[in-house]
């Protein structure tokens, strides 16, 4: 693993996954039930901005890795995953959301994993259906984490409910669509 800064900002996502559920599991004097959700908010805007600014330094220094292109997805799976397991936890998503959720980034890195093997990794790379996909979820996951009614205007919950229904819809075909580019290399 190259040891440069965009593969330490990714390492850093991964850590800040644990503290993201961990706010939750504070003693009840330490927090208030509204500052465990900014605090938790916080931490996961946080880990999506360094997941941006991980891919913009490996660019720019143009220290792109194997390591890097590999892990930043990790990271990326590991942090929705974390968050949604937390809102299920805290009744703010339906399970049968949460299920299909993390039932196709499981399903998608299999196949992704299955196909480079095969040496077709192209053929499953990120879609645009994918990336409006991630943003409805890096968008839904905050404002479901704040839950809170935000600038006396936004009803993050209400809002945040909506988009991870639409998430969830993108994941479906999204997944459909991954599986049809794979279809061939199945059969055969």
């Known amino acids: 693993m190259p040891l440069n800064l965009p593969n330490l900002i990714t390492l850093l996502r991964i850590v800040l996954v644990p503290l993201i559920v961990g706010v939750y599991y504070l ?11 900014l ?11 360094t997941d941006w600014l991980d ?23 590991l942090a929705v995953i ?7 936890y805290l009744n703010r998503v339906d399970m049968v959301v949460g299920l299909i959720i993390i039932g196709r980034e499981i399903a998608i890195s299999a196949l992704r994993e299955w ?10 790379a990120v ?11 890096m968008v839904a996951i905050p404002l479901l984490l704040y839950e809170d009614v ?8 209400a809002l945040g409910t909506v988009l991870i229904y639409l998430a969830a819809l993108l994941t479906v075909i999204s997944m459909l669509y991954y599986l049809r ?3 061939p290399l199945m059969r055969g």
């Open 55 to 77: 891919g913009y330094l490996a660019r720019r220094l143009n220290q792109t890795s194997a390591f890097g292109a590999f892990f930043d997805p990790v990271a990326d799976k």
């Open 27 to 37: 003693p009840e004097g330490w927090l208030s039930g509204s500052e465990r959700n």
């Open 82 to 88: 974390g968050a949604l397991i937390v809102l299920l």
């Open 150 to 157: 935000l600038f006396d205007v936004v009803e993050c919950h």
């Open 115 to 124: 196909m480079a093997r095969l040496g077709q990794a192209k053929s499953v």
């Open 181 to 183: 580019k794979a279809l």
């Open 127 to 137: 879609a645009y259906i994918g990336k409006v996909k991630t943003v409805l979820q």
């Open 39 to 49: 605090v938790a908010t916080a931490i996961f805007v946080f880990a999506a901005v």
